[in-house]
């Protein structure tokens, strides 16, 4: 916690001042759809989500920018440099759904202790939301933690998001997936950026299996949860 508070004392007031104004509209709005409770717990976990990323990048050194909320479509950082190691960009991205899982699982601690159906909601938006980032497509978080392991993993990225918008028909997932295409085009014409052959085997390997255990995780707590979800309302109707 002292670690945080001197990252924050650290950022100018007009930043702090555009997260806290960002993360308050965000609020109003989503409460406007899904109430007040909802809508705070679900851009607090976005923060979460976000402090991960802003935590190690500033631990490593780098300019970072706070987070800034854009209503419906989420949150981020800027980092005001653009020349990265592959391992210190998967080293940041990782930390963002790391550090956002962590907060998911303590709403849905908080839910089992009594904190009511809208807590499981929330901590079930939140592992979704994770999972989601997960995605091996830059700009989400999974295709800059797999550029750490192999650039050809970006052209798996691209049928994962398509079969997102299939279900979800969102302008912004089609935007990602737009986005998604050039590094798939790199993937599959062999053009790697430049450092992304210079990790030793071992980190690449270290990567892997953080990436993949925490998806796999992810999945199999957003499917039991989504299942719980689904039988308590069953449940509520039925009676």
């Not at 960002?22 to 759809?33: D, E, F, G, I, R």
């Not at 210190?88 to 202790?113: D, K, Q, R, T």
């Not at 255990?213 to 109707?237: C, I």
Request: aromatic fraction near 12%.
């Amino acid at each position: 916690m002292k670690f945080l508070i001197a990252l924050l004392a650290g950022a100018k007031f007009g930043k702090v001042a555009l997260t806290a104004g960002t993360m308050l509209l965000s609020v109003a709005l989503y409460a406007w759809s899904f109430g007040w409770v909802y809508a705070a717990g679900f851009v607090g976990l976005l923060l979460v989500h976000e402090l991960g990323h802003f935590i190690v990048a500033r631990q490593k050194g780098y300019d970072v920018g706070a987070p800034v909320f854009i209503p419906f479509v989420g949150a981020w950082i800027s980092l005001k440099t653009q020349d990265m190691s592959p391992q210190n960009e998967a080293h940041i991205a990782l930390a963002g759904p790391v550090l956002g899982s962590v907060g998911a699982f303590l709403c849905y601690l908080y839910a089992m202790h009594d904190g009511g159906r809208i807590w499981f909601a929330i901590a079930y938006a939140g592992f979704v939301l994770n999972l989601f980032n997960l995605i091996p497509a830059r700009p989400l978080d999974g295709g800059r933690i797999v550029r750490a392991v192999s650039e050809k993993i970006w052209f798996l990225g691209i049928p994962l998001l398509g079969l997102v918008f299939y279900f979800q028909q969102s302008p912004l997932i089609l935007m990602i997936l737009v986005l998604a295409l050039p590094d798939a085009w790199r993937a599959i014409t062999g053009r790697h950026e430049p450092g992304a052959q210079r990790l030793p085997m071992a980190s690449r390997i270290g990567y892997a299996i953080a990436y993949l255990g925490l998806a796999a995780t992810l999945a199999s707590v957003a499917f039991a949860l989504h299942q719980q979800l689904e039988g308590n309302a069953a449940a509520m109707n039925g009676g």
